[in-house]
């Protein structure tokens, strides 16, 4: 399974930028994707994850009102778009995908088996 990340960038404080990761996993009932990030000399931190099947999201609190992952089904592909930006939001964003996550795992970076290679977002003041 290979998950590609686009659409990192730089803004300034208070912009918008959108994240984009395509799977090429035939998306199945029990298939989860979610975001991930990691700023320098932080542990990797979990943003946002949406169940394929039911379109359940959950969003740390962060990120919640600012942030909104969505999917989209013809092209497996999941979206963030990422609003308000701040400072604190500088880091490299992952896509992750895992199967049959129970809600408890949620947030757990382990519990994602796919990766896909890191974007930038750094947003300046």
């Known amino acids: 399974v290979q998950l590609q990340a686009s659409g990192g960038g730089s803004v300034q404080a208070g912009g918008s930028l959108r994240l984009s990761c395509a799977t090429s996993?035939?998306?199945?009932?029990?298939?989860?994707m979610g975001w991930f990030r990691q700023a320098p000399g932080k542990e990797r931190e979990f943003v946002a994850v949406?169940?394929?099947?039911?379109?359940?999201?959950y969003y740390s609190e962060s990120v919640k009102g600012r942030f909104t992952i969505s999917k989209d089904n013809a092209k497996n592909t999941v979206h963030l778009e990422m609003n308000s930006l701040k400072p604190e939001d500088t880091a490299l964003y992952y896509c992750?995908?895992?199967?049959?996550?129970?809600?408890?795992?949620?947030?757990?970076?382990?519990?994602?088996?796919?990766w896909g290679q890191g974007t930038q977002v750094t947003v300046s003041s």
């Open positions: 996993r035939r998306t199945a009932t029990n298939w989860n």
């Open positions: 992750a995908g895992g199967d049959r996550l129970i809600t408890s795992t949620l947030r757990a970076a382990s519990a994602y088996a796919y």
């Open positions: 949406i169940r394929w099947s039911s379109g359940y999201t």
